[in-house]
């Protein structure tokens, strides 16, 4: 049973907290290698730390394990 | 051009950049699917109203935390750890940390085993319809509203933070919530409170990082807070209580153990049926028992996205040119055009975030007003579902019948709400007595259902007049405080030196004391219920039923007091 989504359902809430959290990864992780590495930084106490892109790089892996660790399988739908 | 306008005002703290907008439309193009996603499996009224009692102890758990963590309140908290300092945290620890785990290790298996709805339906269990219809229509009337007063402050928070029009953030929050609840009942609440933790971390858990970085660790932040404000008592939890006048609070230790502590705290969370529910959803015994001491381990940890960006404000946050800033008041604001009290956390969030951080903090913020809106609507349609239309209006209808009801109510209160959020924008006083409401029926409702569940002899007609006469005493020391100034102040809250913060407390303790005086008195005189009616209701005419748990580590009392250890060990470090 997919946990928190209901009997029968095969995608479970922890899902959804991968996709969203996977989702927000790819958008920042791109969008943080452009500001470091093409000079766009924008203008924000210690953003030569470049935040963006290792917190992007942190919603990824975060993301990416809860994701692939919950992603429905052959047989889950249904299964009570 | 003027389509804009109506959804954008000039005045803004930033705005949102491309990559912004595209993080918080996927926030709630996720949100809605989820709706549609679990409405298949919301067909019964326990499906609808209780989440199928399937949620393990991890989800009602963060579920249960993440109800009551909602943008008002971290904006609001990281102002008052502006202004106040590190006492703001008191609410977060001692206000919230001993009365989860009771909840869990104590109350939680007669809520649980009673197969109670609500807790308006455990008074009906244990003391008869006068206590349940006294609790329902408070509740419902009160959740109602307190959902419209939050709806009007999102509004105002993106129209300062992102000149968002009022009307717009009203609507788009309000729809969203409506459809996905409707939908998905309870369980969609729970699955957007689970995502909505992550997200407040993922988008604020920076702030403190990046922040105690600037400041050069904790030390050097004290010492520049030190400096800053002329004195040490910013950084001191305990230290400074021992009297009045010593703390920027004007409260004294008493108020904080015995009000904040033992009764507003306990009566919030152990009474409050928008945060019991969610543990009510757990899918056994053990998963009920945990889920409130997984939840307190998590709130421990709030403080750090809370306190400390509010900490860090004092010593860190300036003008443009380099000067510090200093934060007011609000209506100071208003007037003067300097940032207020509450806009610390959005400030600090521009100062380290640009954009596509930026979009994640915000859409961190709306997705905790709209789980927030969320939560309250949900409860007030089980509430009004169960325990007042299914028990005064309609009895005996269908299963069917009570869940057609139920997506009903939710959109009729969210109707209520938006009404309620245009009133208080044209009168923002309401907003206050709203708030005040709340907190009449809290503290007594606390000491009604603590009786009800520990003491075998107190009677149906002693738990109503106990509770009527709690309520009825909160609300008289309230006015009286209203319009007698000062003075009366300082006889409620025991000292003339008291703050008006020190009202809340002292009004909470002897209200939850009257309400338990009445409650003993009117029992004694009445005639009690034999243990065969208590049975699953009270302790000592109930046998527990074994939780299941094989090992220590399954066991909830050991995690409650690995809690109880880290708790106290946080109180002595920032003593």
């Known amino acids: 049973m997919a946990e928190g989504t209901g009997r029968g359902e095969s995608l479970s809430i922890w899902f959804f907290v991968g996709v969203m959290t996977l989702l927000y990864g790819l958008v920042l992780l791109p969008y943080g290698a452009w500001e470091w590495f093409g000079g766009h930084e924008a203008n924000t106490v210690l953003h030569q730390l470049h935040p963006t892109f290792w917190w992007g790089l942190l919603l990824t892996l975060f993301g990416g394990f809860y994701t692939f660790r919950y992603k429905p399988r052959a047989g889950d739908a249904g299964r009570a | 051009m003027s389509a804009l306008a109506l959804v954008f005002t000039s005045q803004r703290l930033t705005h949102l950049s491309g990559i912004d907008v595209l993080i918080l439309a996927l926030y709630f193009a996720v949100v809605l699917f989820i709706g549609f996603y679990v409405k298949g499996s919301t067909n019964t009224s326990e499906e609808f109203f209780l989440a199928g009692r399937e949620m393990s102890a991890w989800i009602a758990g963060l579920s249960f935390v993440s109800a009551n963590l909602g943008s008002l309140e971290l904006m609001g908290w990281a102002g008052s750890a502006y202004q106040y300092g590190i006492l703001a945290t008191h609410w977060y620890w001692v206000g919230a940390i001993p009365a989860m785990l009771f909840l869990g290790i104590v109350m939680m298996p007669f809520y649980y085993i009673s197969k109670t709805h609500s807790v308006p339906g455990y008074l009906q269990l244990r003391f008869g319809e006068g206590s349940r219809g006294l609790a329902a229509i408070s509740f419902g009337l009160m959740t109602i509203l307190m959902s419209g007063v939050n709806m009007f402050a999102m509004a105002v928070v993106m129209q300062t933070v992102l000149g968002w029009n009022i009307t717009f953030s009203i609507w788009i929050g309000a729809i969203t919530v409506a459809v996905y609840v409707m939908m998905g009942g309870l369980r969609s609440a729970i699955i957007n409170e689970v995502l909505q933790f992550v997200l407040i971390w993922a988008g604020a858990a920076l702030i403190p990082i990046l922040g105690l970085i600037e ?11 030190a400096a800053n404000v002329g004195s040490n008592d910013y950084t001191h939890l305990w230290a400074t209580l021992g009297s009045f006048k010593g703390n920027p609070m004007g409260i004294h230790w008493t108020g904080i153990v015995f009000g904040l502590g033992m009764i507003i705290s306990f009566g919030y969370w152990t009474t409050d049926f928008l945060v019991v529910q969610r543990v009510l959803s757990a899918n056994n015994l053990r998963a009920a028992k945990m889920a409130p001491v997984i939840g307190a381990a998590f709130k421990m940890a709030v403080p750090l996205i809370v306190i400390v960006p509010g900490l860090l404000a004092l010593a860190v946050l300036k003008n443009p040119d380099g000067s510090l800033m200093h934060l007011v008041p609000g ?10 009290y509450d806009e610390v956390l959005p400030l600090m969030l ?31 349609s089980t509430v009004w579902t169960y325990d007042i239309y299914g028990a005064y209006i309609k009895k005996n209808a269908s299963d069917k019948h009570y869940v057609a009801m139920g997506r009903w109510s939710t959109v009729a209160g969210m109707l209520v709400s938006i009404a309620t959020a245009y009133l208080v924008a044209h009168a923002s006083s309401i907003m206050d007595y709203v708030q005040a409401l709340f907190s009449f029926f809290i503290a007594p409702l606390f000491g009604t259902v603590i009786l009800g569940m520990l003491w075998k002899r107190a009677t149906r007609a002693g738990g109503f007049w106990g509770l009527l006469a709690g309520t009825a005493s909160s609300i008289a ?16 809250a025991l000292s003339p030196d008291a703050q008006p913060m020190a009202e809340n407390m002292y009004r909470a303790l002897w209200s939850w004391l009257v309400c338990v005086i009445v409650t003993v008195a009117v029992s004694m005189m009445t005639k009690p219920k034999t243990d065969e009616e208590l049975q699953g209701l009270v302790y000592g005419a109930t046998v527990i039923p074994d939780d299941g748990a094989m090992s220590v580590w399954q066991k909830p009392i050991f995690w409650a007091g690995v809690v109880a250890v880290v708790f106290i060990a946080l109180n002595v470090i920032f003593f």
């Not at chain 2, 400041?215 to 807070?225: D, M, Y």
């Not at chain 2, 915000?362 to 939560?375: D, H, K, Y």
């Open chain 2, 477 to 492: 020391m309230f006015i009286y405080v209203q319009t007698g100034g000062k003075a009366a102040l300082a006889r409620i």
């Open chain 2, 215 to 225: 400041a050069g660790g904790w030390t050097n932040l004290k010492t520049q807070i």
């Open chain 2, 331 to 340: 209506d100071i604001a208003k007037a003067t055009g300097q940032h207020a």
């Open chain 2, 350 to 380: 521009i100062r380290y975030c640009g954009p596509g951080l930026l979009g994640l903090g915000i859409t961190a913020l709306v997705a905790g007003f709209m789980s927030g809106m969320a939560g309250n609507v949900s409860a007030f």
